[in-house]
């Protein structure tokens, strides 16, 4: 059987069905093979294609020279430094930022620095099937502005000058991180804006880059001994009457995933945004490099807590009383304040089974989701018609299956909406469960 | 509502573990695929509260061994893409493997991946197939006679 392992261990979901996958998940139905002929062809075309462009793309590359896409020609200027070159002397105004700001201006390259011209190579996915993924952080996340300082010390610049030769020359800074629930960092990001021109930088520490549009045929091309995937579009997205071209790249910089996105009219500027980023950051500059990130927000929003630290909250009085057999998986409270909290999260498990709740605290002027029952009202008839017992529920065990619901209960002036979800129990143990009141 | 971030964690924690468990009761590339699908959806639509990784990992197994049960009794499950020729290529001896552990019957399939690749104890195993210990404990006994009859190497 040794052997039986050792194939298995190779055997894996391909990446076109795991977009498959995704795209079911966010559709809610299946997504089936019906294409996976024009994918297996699309596959094979794209892996030529990527063959092609690895090949085509960053010849003879000239590490630490700067580039200009569009012409092979080299600009009549001086050649950039060299990888091991130190970084260049401040200019008189390089200096003059406040650290303490939530933006920053990048100042012109230093003097003697200038971009070489030479052409950047992408498939243009225009018009191209694309599924869209929307992230969001976990429920409780926070998200800070960054100051200027952070800014640098995220790209290990000692001057805003540095950044310059990112091709940001002009461009205004302005950042911003997000902070989990646990207290770890998800993601920080700087945007850069210039005229109608822009660029956005995010890094996902710990994982692979979040990428909203994913399309089907993404090359992926060796860069400095990183894989990147890149392409552009050329599209009018704002809505001008004239196209803007949307360079994008996405890559790992050790186990942090890294997104970038370049977008101006000027697709000669949205080019070099890109190649310089790739340049960078794939190792090619010797003082440029991911640095610092910033500090995750000091207080969490949210915190996991013992069964009796909920119930000791305002909210606590209305937490439910499970079946003995159930176990609390998890309890949390969001948005504390010195005195109350706006919502407080329990689940417990048996099994397969489950009871989750949500409670959350709407003062006097806030609207809460409309409730489904009355809290005394709750008894096995209503239970038995809300819910139903499934005998085989798509594999799952037999059991009472109910759809969400949710009640209200007065506190002081505001109101707790709770909203239930629950598996596996009988609308009796349900009914004794919850509170009336 | 499952939050994006924890489904896509979810999914790239547990694909390959349930696509390998599907493709060795199915035999069958794509419907191992779909079977995968309908045990996330699933997940989706239940949302199950799990405590750690391990009991996920047991409810998705649960719920793709029986969406494979399923498949095989469909009258009109499509029988297109055998294993051996539409996964990477394999040894002489990793091909006989294959061979014995594909012509058991599914259930047998099922125990043999669950136990020989998975790691899973009987106990485990019989909690998600749904079926008694005592009679996982004999099929295994069953397949293992099975199995040393058609392969030559040491079980």
Same mark, same amino acid.
């Given at each position: 059987?040794?052997?039986?392992?050792?194939?298995?261990?190779?055997?894996?979901?391909?990446?076109?069905?795991?977009?498959?996958?995704? #795209?079911?998940? #966010?559709?809610?139905?299946?997504?089936? %093979?019906?294409?996976?002929?024009?994918?297996?062809?699309?596959?094979?075309?794209?892996?030529? /294609?990527?063959?092609?462009?690895?090949?085509?793309?960053?010849?003879?590359?000239?590490?630490?020279?700067?580039?200009?896409?569009?012409?092979?020609?080299?600009?009549?200027?001086?050649?950039?430094?060299?990888?091991?070159?130190?970084?260049?002397?401040?200019?008189?105004?390089?200096?003059?930022?406040?650290?303490?700001?939530?933006?920053?201006?990048?100042?012109?390259?230093?003097?003697?620095?200038?971009?070489?011209?030479?052409?950047?190579?992408?498939?243009?996915?225009?018009?191209?099937?694309?599924? =869209?993924?929307?992230?969001?952080?976990?429920?409780?996340?926070?998200?800070?502005?960054?100051?200027?300082?952070?800014?640098?010390?995220?790209?290990?610049?000692?001057?805003?000058?540095?950044?310059?030769?990112?091709?940001?020359?002009?461009?205004?800074? =302005?950042?911003?991180?997000?902070?989990?629930?646990?207290?770890?960092?998800?993601?920080?990001?700087?945007?850069?804006?210039?005229?109608?021109?822009?660029?956005?930088? =995010?890094?996902?520490?710990?994982?692979?880059?979040?990428?909203?549009?994913?399309?089907?045929?993404?090359?992926?091309?060796?860069?400095?001994?990183?894989?990147?995937?890149?392409?552009? /579009?050329?599209?009018?997205?704002?809505?001008?009457?004239?196209?803007?071209?949307?360079?994008?790249?996405?890559?790992?910089?050790?186990?942090?995933?890294?997104?970038?996105?370049?977008?101006?009219?000027?697709?000669?500027? %949205?080019?070099?945004?890109?190649?310089?980023?790739?340049?960078?950051?794939?190792?090619?500059?010797?003082? /440029?490099?991911?640095?610092?990130?910033?500090?995750?927000?000091?207080?969490?929003?949210?915190?996991?807590?013992?069964?009796?630290?909920?119930?000791?909250?305002?909210?606590?009085?209305?937490?439910?009383?499970?079946?003995?057999?159930?176990?609390? %998986?998890?309890?949390?409270?969001?948005?504390?304040?010195?005195?109350?909290?706006?919502?407080?999260?329990?689940?417990?498990?048996?099994?397969?089974?489950?009871?989750?709740?949500?409670?959350?605290?709407?003062?006097?002027?806030?609207?809460?989701?409309?409730?489904?029952?009355?809290?005394?009202?709750?008894?096995?008839?209503?239970?038995?018609?809300?819910?139903?017992?499934? #005998?085989?529920?798509?594999?799952?065990?037999?059991?009472?299956?109910?759809?969400?619901?949710?009640?209200?209960?007065?506190?002081?002036?505001?109101?707790?909406?709770?909203?239930? =979800?629950?598996?596996?129990?009988?609308?009796?143990?349900?009914?004794?469960?919850?509170?009336?009141? | 509502?499952?939050?994006?971030?924890?489904?896509?964690?979810?999914?790239?924690?547990?694909?390959?573990?349930?696509?390998?468990?599907?493709?060795?009761?199915?035999?069958?590339?794509?419907?191992?695929?779909?079977?995968?699908?309908?045990?996330?959806?699933?997940?989706?639509?239940?949302?199950?509260?799990?405590?750690?990784?391990?009991?996920?990992?047991?409810?998705?197994?649960?719920?793709?061994?029986?969406?494979?049960?399923?498949?095989?009794?469909?009258?009109?499950?499509?029988?297109?893409?055998?294993?051996? @020729?539409?996964?990477?290529?394999?040894?002489?001896?990793?091909?006989?493997?294959?061979?014995?552990?594909?012509?058991?019957?599914?259930? @047998?399939?099922?125990?043999?991946?669950?136990?020989?690749?998975?790691?899973?104890?009987?106990?485990?195993?019989?909690?998600?197939?749904? @079926?008694? @210990?005592?009679?996982?404990?004999?099929?295994?006994?069953?397949?293992?006679?099975?199995?040393r009859d058609m392969l030559t190497d040491d079980m």
């Amino acid at each position: 059987m040794r052997d039986y392992r050792t194939y298995m261990d190779r055997v894996r979901l391909s990446p076109m069905a795991h977009l498959d996958l995704m #795209e079911a998940l #966010e559709t809610g139905s299946p997504r089936r %093979s019906h294409r996976r002929g024009l994918w297996a062809a699309g596959l094979a075309a794209c892996l030529v /294609l990527a063959a092609a462009i690895g090949w085509s793309l960053w010849p003879a590359s000239d590490p630490g020279a700067a580039l200009l896409p569009g012409s092979a020609d080299p600009l009549p200027a001086p050649s950039a430094p060299s990888a091991s070159a130190p970084a260049p002397e401040p200019s008189s105004y390089a200096q003059s930022y406040d650290p303490e700001a939530l933006s920053l201006l990048v100042p012109a390259l230093p003097e003697g620095y200038a971009f070489t011209m030479e052409g950047l190579v992408l498939p243009d996915l225009t018009g191209q099937p694309c599924v =869209t993924v929307c992230y969001a952080p976990l429920a409780g996340s926070t998200t800070r502005d960054l100051t200027a300082q952070e800014m640098l010390d995220l790209f290990s610049a000692s001057r805003p000058d540095n950044l310059a030769l990112l091709g940001w020359e002009g461009f205004t800074l =302005t950042g911003s991180c997000t902070t989990l629930p646990d207290g770890q960092l998800f993601s920080a990001a700087v945007r850069g804006s210039r005229g109608s021109s822009s660029f956005s930088l =995010t890094l996902f520490p710990g994982q692979e880059p979040l990428v909203e549009e994913q399309y089907e045929h993404v090359p992926a091309f060796d860069k400095n001994g990183m894989e990147v995937t890149a392409y552009f /579009l050329r599209e009018d997205r704002d809505g001008d009457g004239g196209p803007e071209y949307h360079y994008r790249a996405h890559f790992l910089y050790g186990d942090m995933g890294v997104s970038y996105q370049s977008v101006s009219p000027d697709e000669g500027l %949205s080019q070099l945004l890109l190649k310089e980023v790739l340049r960078v950051f794939t190792g090619e500059h010797g003082f /440029l490099a991911f640095g610092a990130l910033p500090a995750p927000s000091a207080r969490a929003a949210s915190r996991e807590v013992t069964l009796e630290e909920a119930a000791s909250t305002p909210m606590g009085a209305f937490l439910p009383t499970p079946p003995r057999r159930f176990t609390l %998986s998890r309890a949390e409270l969001t948005g504390e304040t010195d005195t109350q909290c706006r919502q407080l999260t329990a689940g417990w498990a048996h099994g397969y089974d489950y009871v989750e709740v949500s409670l959350c605290l709407f003062p006097p002027y806030a609207k809460p989701p409309a409730p489904d029952f009355e809290p005394g009202d709750l008894g096995t008839e209503i239970l038995s018609a809300w819910g139903a017992y499934v #005998e085989d529920d798509a594999g799952d065990v037999p059991g009472w299956r109910y759809p969400a619901f949710t009640l209200h209960y007065p506190c002081g002036d505001s109101t707790v909406a709770a909203t239930y =979800t629950i598996k596996g129990l009988t609308p009796e143990e349900v009914a004794r469960a919850i509170p009336a009141a | 509502m499952t939050d994006p971030n924890r489904l896509e964690l979810l999914v790239k924690t547990h694909e390959q573990t349930l696509y390998r468990a599907a493709a060795a009761i199915l035999g069958d590339a794509h419907e191992a695929e779909d079977a995968v699908q309908d045990a996330f959806l699933a997940w989706l639509e239940k949302t199950p509260s799990c405590p750690d990784a391990a009991h996920e990992r047991a409810w998705l197994l649960r719920v793709t061994v029986n969406g494979c049960k399923s498949r095989l009794r469909s009258p009109w499950r499509r029988r297109t893409a055998p294993l051996p @020729e539409s996964y990477p290529a394999a040894t002489p001896e990793e091909h006989a493997a294959l061979d014995a552990v594909l012509s058991l019957p599914p259930k @047998e399939r099922a125990t043999v991946h669950l136990f020989y690749y998975e790691g899973y104890q009987t106990a485990e195993i019989a909690a998600i197939l749904g @079926e008694r @210990e005592g009679t996982v404990r004999s099929r295994l006994s069953r397949c293992r006679k099975k199995l040393r009859d058609m392969l030559t190497d040491d079980m």
